[in-house]
Nanobody, 122 residues
Framework: QVQLVESGGGLVQAGGSLRLSCAAS????????MGWFRQGPGKEREFVAG????????FYADSVKGRFTISRDNAENTVYLRMNSLKPEDTAVYYC???????????????WGQGTQVTVSS
């Protein structure tokens, strides 16, 4: 069992930056692949970025590639999402999730945080 708590969301102007954090707890939390997802108003939840349990493999949705960076600190059981050059269309609730394998599908992640709101004003 893994518990996840996100933080770091907020209101930012277009072009600005935010860093989201996801603190994981549980005996084997550091051995899970982690993903960031988001759900905008009236939209389905979508994959944003993922990282393998050791951090050696990362991949991103095309919409955020080159602007967002996912990283993790296993000693601190924390995963980060650095978001630069934010756009109004990045406005969403951002969730972190844990899975035994690195995947992009929402249904493939059994553990989820409660989400943190990111709002980008134009």
């Amino acid at each position: 069992q893994v518990q996840l708590v996100e933080s770091g969301g907020g209101l930012v102007q277009a072009g600005g930056s935010l860093r989201l954090s996801c603190a994981a707890s549980g005996r084997t939390a550091s051995s899970y692949a982690m993903g960031w997802f988001r759900q905008g108003p009236g939209k389905e939840r979508e994959f944003v970025a993922g990282i393998s349990w050791r951090g050696g493999v990362t991949f991103y949705a095309d919409s955020v590639k080159g602007r967002f960076t996912i990283s993790r600190d296993n000693a601190e059981n924390t995963v980060y999402l650095r978001m630069n050059s934010l756009k109004p269309e990045d406005t969403a609730v951002y969730y972190c999730a844990a899975s035994l394998a690195l995947r992009v599908g929402v249904q493939e992640y059994p553990y989820w945080g409660q989400g943190t709101q990111v709002t980008v004003s134009s």
